[in-house]
């Protein structure tokens, strides 16, 4: 499995924006496809946005579409949640994961095999 450490979180107005950072490490990077999930109190852990092998397609939750933006270099073993316009309702911790068993983005959380510990993010009205 690879090992995911993210970060990039933090405090912000609503309206700001923040760039999350997934960094990779262990096995081919290139083989998962890889997520973004969060979680708020109370609040089952949802899928946000995902992205293929090598980055061509991508895939968000309906209410993130047109403000958050993911990507992946997979010669860094990085991927990447650029949020902008961010909003109150986007606080919540932040979770990489990765499934290397699937051929396309998948949003379920039980088919993801690796997770990150989570990056907070809070945006403030």
């Known amino acids: 499995q690879v090992q995911l450490v993210e970060s990039g979180g933090g405090l912000v107005q609503a309206g700001g924006s923040l760039r999350l950072s997934c960094a990779a490490s262990?096995?081919?990077?290139?083989?998962?496809?890889m997520g973004w999930f969060r979680q708020a109190p109370g609040k089952e852990r949802e899928f946000v946005a995902g992205?293929?092998?090598?980055?061509?397609?991508?895939y968000y939750l309906d209410s993130v579409k047109g403000r958050f933006t993911i990507s992946r270099d997979n010669s860094k073993n990085m991927v990447y949640l650029q949020m902008n316009s961010l909003k109150p309702e986007d606080t919540a911790v932040y979770y990489c994961?990765?499934?290397?068993?699937?051929?396309?983005?998948?949003?379920?959380?039980?088919?993801?095999?690796?997770w990150g510990q989570g990056t907070q993010v809070t945006v403030s009205s």
């Open positions: 994961a990765g499934d290397h068993r699937s051929y396309r983005v998948e949003t379920t959380r039980l088919k993801y095999d690796c």
């Open positions: 262990g096995r081919t990077f290139s083989d998962y496809v």
């Open positions: 992205i293929s092998w090598g980055g061509s397609n991508t």
